[in-house]
């Protein structure tokens, strides 16, 4: 069929009938984004199940990474910026008065679009979240956090002999699984990622992808793509939004084979983007 | 095919004209730099030239012996005379002794003080000592004074010529290094005239302004650009302390002596108040360059440190102000600079007396070195135009010093990235 010449479905993007029943890890209701008078974001509902890849695609300014900061609170900091809805994380409302904010963002990591390594030492930059958290209460502890974290990044065996350089000397891919294991250092239980591969070159890209593939044994990810081959690619489930809107979302097979809208189909189809 | 030709022909034509465009721009800009550095260079030879004098006196050797009765007496300057008076036995009318003491520094006798109280054996006996000429001395000595001049125009009579010429003839006179001029405060007589009082007036006026304006202005400038609600009352804000900075420094002296000595009752002419008023002076400059560096961290940083679940504060404390530290601390390095070669604020407050003893302590009285150097320049002796430009060599000294200090402070932050 037409749209295969595209996109290709790999049979990672193939869910079994067991972990579709998974419980939902994240869910949002009625979600409402406004920056200043703009509304960003209409009315989502969006279930992300546990344990999968979920992709956030569509055109440009859609809205994609508006979504995904709201999920770990990250538009706080943008002055304007209101958000109304529920979005709730293992059932509790992440918005609700009295969330602590701190708590929060070590149960949801982030990864962001270019890779953002704080210019310290490697070792220093993935002991900044257990060390703010108070994580480890000795420094073998800390070592021990470090090593798993980087061993599960793929990252050990590149950086074993020079923990003490700076993280900013890395290459381009190296940097943003650095950022990854910083991430995961602090054991959070969802993951977001915003077109993690965007700044990378394609051995990287394929490099985090097997990566976040391994991940979602552990962690549930959220990732933001605009490559529809990448989402093909890594994730189980795709949400495609549109001008704000999310227009579809389900199985990855189901959106790139066989869309229901026709915006959707447009886009998957490279017509629109 | 004619048509792509002419247009590469035409490209060739113009390049030629661009070429020498270019060249023409950069040879201004040489020519410029030139006279910048030339300009430099007169001014920075022309105060070596008038102010390296300072950095030697003439002594004189004299015989002393030092009479019990005298010692006890502590007229030490009567033993100074005492010795000049059997050099020069053939000196007899009271109106030439009186001349010929005038050779000798009104101070030399200090000189012999200290030599008892270090050695009191000296008591009774009889020593060969260098003693700090006059000035007027001093100035026959360097050449400054011209022979040829008659009598009356000149500050050196013939006798005194005389007399110079010949214990020079002795060996009795030599230049010897001014250290008078780095450890004693100021004099009326310009051979014991010393800096050390207005250095000492200038680095417990920046001590005090240091401490009051870094951590302010670091303070302020966090606040403003990282926690501060963007809103028309922190515009406000910004754009007084870009006026404030704007502020002639002579208002900031009428300020701290409305404030501080009128109002507060702080005291007059001391570096306590010579700082706070700095420190007014300088607080928008380091609020500014600070806000700068605070900016100029990438914004990507933050994010990071929220992402991982830091604090506001933790973020700007761990991340955002240790990446800022380097502009922040050449701001403040420059902004130290500036109140270091101020002298109109701390006019206002009284700083411009004479002050003969080295301050000590935040409340004595005291100048700063750019006072000092007014007050020199102010002066009629020949011999204080040298030390004027000494004074300058020092602050210069001090100034080259404190961006040297900026350059390796920066440079060493920098190495932590
Ligand atoms: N900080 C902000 N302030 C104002 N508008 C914003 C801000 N961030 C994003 N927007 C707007 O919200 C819309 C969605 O943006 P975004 O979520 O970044 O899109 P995407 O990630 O899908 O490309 C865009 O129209 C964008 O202009
Ligand atoms: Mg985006």
Redesign the pocket.
């Known amino acids: 069929m037409e749209l295969a010449i595209h996109t290709e479905v790999s049979d990672k993007a193939r869910v079994d009938g067991a972990s579709s029943s998974a419980p939902h890890k994240v869910t949002a209701q009625a979600v409402d984004v406004y ?2 008078d ?1 509304q ?1 974001l209409k009315n989502i509902n969006l279930d992300i199940p546990s344990n999968m890849v979920t992709a956030l695609i ?1 055109p ?8 995904l900061r709201c999920l770990n609170r990250m538009n706080d900091v ?1 002055d ?2 209101r958000v109304a809805g529920q979005i709730k994380l293992d059932g509790e409302d992440i918005y609700a008065r009295g969330v602590d904010v701190v708590h929060l963002r070590a149960r949801v990591g982030m990864v962001f679009q270019k890779p953002n390594p704080f210019p310290k030492s490697i070792y220093d930059n993935i002991a900044y979240g257990p060390k703010i958290h108070g994580l480890a209460r000795t420094r073998a502890g800390m070592d021990e956090i470090v090593m798993t974290s980087l061993e599960r990044a793929g990252l050990l065996d590149e950086v074993r002999d020079r923990m003490d350089a700076p993280g900013t000397g890395l290459s381009g891919g190296q940097q943003q699984r650095l950022c990854i294991a910083r991430a995961i250092a602090v054991q959070p239980e969802v993951i977001l990622m915003d077109e993690p591969c965007s700044a990378l070159d394609p051995i990287a890209t394929a490099k985090i992808e097997e990566l976040i593939d391994e991940l979602k044994q552990n962690y549930t990810i959220v990732m ?1 793509t605009h490559s529809m081959q990448q989402a093909a690619r890594v994730s189980q489930k795709t949400a495609f ?1 549109h001008l704000g809107d999310l227009v579809e979302h389900g199985d990855t097979t189901e959106i790139f084979t066989n869309p229901k809208d026709e915006r959707t189909q447009a886009y998957v189809t490279g017509r629109i983007g | 095919m004619s048509d792509i030709s002419a247009h590469s022909e035409r490209i060739q034509a113009g390049l030629a004209k661009r070429y020498r465009a270019e060249k023409r721009f950069r040879s201004y800009g040489i020519i410029a730099i030139g006279i910048a550095i030339a300009f430099l260079a007169i001014m920075l030879l022309a105060i070596f030239v008038r102010g390296h004098g300072a950095f030697q006196q003439t002594h004189a050797a004299l015989t002393v012996t030092f009479e019990e009765a005298m010692v006890q007496d502590n007229d030490w300057q009567g033993l100074v005379k005492q010795s000049l008076r059997e050099t020069f036995p053939e000196v007899t009318a009271r109106s030439d002794k009186r001349k010929l003491y005038k050779i000798m520094s009104s101070g030399a006798g200090f000189d012999l003080q200290d030599i008892y109280k270090e050695d009191p054996s000296v008591l009774g006996q009889t020593r060969t000592v260098w003693l700090p000429a006059s000035d007027d001395i001093d100035m026959l000595m360097k050449g400054a004074i011209d022979r040829t001049v008659p009598e009356d125009e000149r500050r050196v009579s013939d006798k005194e010529i005389v007399w110079f010429d010949q214990l020079r003839a002795d060996d009795a006179i030599e230049l010897h290094f001014n250290t008078r001029f780095f450890t004693a405060g100021d004099s009326r007589e310009p051979e014991l005239a010393g800096i050390l009082g207005a250095v000492m007036g200038s680095l417990l006026s920046l001590t005090v302004c240091l401490l009051l304006s870094f951590p302010l202005g670091v303070m302020t400038a966090v606040y403003l650009e990282e926690f501060a609600p963007k809103n028309k009352w922190t515009d406000l804000i910004e754009v007084n302390i870009n006026n404030l900075a704007a502020v002639p420094s002579i208002v900031f002296g009428l300020l701290g002596l409305a404030m501080f000595l009128n109002f507060m009752l702080l005291p007059r002419s001391a570096p306590l108040v010579g700082g706070m008023v700095l420190a007014l002076m300088t607080l928008p400059t380091i609020i500014i360059a600070g806000r700068a560096a605070l900016r100029a961290v990438p914004p990507s940083i933050r994010e990071a440190a929220f992402g991982m679940g830091a604090s506001p504060v933790q973020t700007v404390l761990h991340h955002v102000l240790p990446l800022a530290m380097p502009g922040m601390l050449t701001g403040t390095i420059i902004g130290m600079a500036q109140a270091l070669g101020e002298s109109a604020p701390l006019l206002m407050i009284g700083m411009v007396a004479f002050i003969v003893d080295v301050p000590s302590t935040f409340t004595d009285p005291a100048t700063a070195l750019p006072v000092q150097i007014y007050l020199w320049a102010d002066s009629p002796e020949r011999a204080f135009t040298e030390r004027t430009a000494a004074a300058i060599i020092v602050l210069l000294g001090f100034l080259v010093t404190m961006n040297l200090l900026a350059v390796i402070l920066r440079k060493k932050f920098e190495r932590r990235w």
């Open positions: 920056y200043g703009k960003a569509g440009s300014g859609c809205g994609k990474s508006t979504f943008v304007g910026c933001v939004f």
